[in-house]
């Protein structure tokens, strides 16, 4: 049995017994864990609030050799989304960070890259204006993860796009030129393709207090999710929430 302390952002909780929980985490240390908290319902002394989803927390668990599941001793709050008003957006806006996180990071696999932007983009997301912190977290997650195509050439002829309209199509892992695009293809703008370059040289506060309506990068948006729905093979249900929620 390991004694392990690291920071960590709390991604998911689910009802385990009576007072039980199980508990996704992001921990700094060792990557995604999965552990259990006994009595969490009624240990405000050891948890309190520490067990919200996107809480940034100090966790203290113990490693057992040979067991999937850790046990999580205590958890330290260190930043909380509850010191911020929850608005719906805000809600299902930190919900889609944890769904993807927790769709997309192994077991046990250190990413410090990964957990300094989630903490960048949670120090963003601070209000009801979602979309900018959104994109930008879903355009960096899918690059930070392997699964982000090129976005300046045609995946069928080669040819560059940058002087060129491009589209996407959900079943192709790449743009494409207008003579190659495929039925039912979507367009990415230029606007949008330079709105990425500008988001990998540039930090998500840089971009903090401009307007940015939901239009704004929508087909980026809707680019890299399809990319990760394609690599991982399932919907994310958070994506259509966002889409869907009329802010």
């Not at 996107?54 to 057992?64: G, Q």
């Not at 259509?240 to 009329?246: A, Q, S, T, V």
Request: glycine share 6%; hydrophobic share 45%; charged share 25%.
């Amino acid at each position: 049995m390991t004694l392990m302390e690291s920071e960590a952002i709390v991604l998911r909780t689910y009802p385990l017994r009576e007072a039980d929980l199980l508990v996704t985490l992001f921990t700094r240390a060792e990557g995604k864990v999965r552990g259990v908290a006994r009595s969490a319902k009624k240990s405000k002394r050891r948890f309190g609030g520490a067990l919200e989803p996107m809480t940034y927390v100090r966790a203290f668990y113990d490693v057992r050799e040979r067991q999937e599941l850790a046990r999580l001793d205590a958890c330290e709050v260190l930043e909380s989304p509850l010191a911020n008003e929850v608005s719906y957006a805000r809600a299902v806006a930190l919900a889609h960070l944890a769904e993807l996180l927790d769709e997309l990071l192994p077991d046990h696999e250190a990413n410090d890259a990964i957990f300094r932007l989630t903490l960048s983009v949670l120090h963003a997301l601070t209000g009801s204006d979602v979309w900018m912190p959104v994109t930008y977290f879903d355009l960096w997650l899918t690059r930070l993860v392997g699964f982000l195509p090129e976005l300046t050439g045609c995946i069928v002829c080669g040819r560059s796009l940058n002087d060129s309209r491009a589209y996407f199509h959900a079943l192709a892992d790449g743009l494409m030129c207008p003579e190659d695009k495929r039925l039912a293809s979507s367009e990415i703008s230029s606007e949008s393709r330079a709105l990425a370059a500008l988001m990998f040289r540039a930090p998500v506060d840089s971009f903090a207090g401009e307007p940015w309506p939901k239009a704004q990068g929508a087909d980026l948006r809707k680019f890299v999710i399809q990319a990760l729905q394609r690599n991982i093979e399932k919907k994310l249900v958070t994506a259509g929430m966002l889409e869907k929620g009329g802010f």
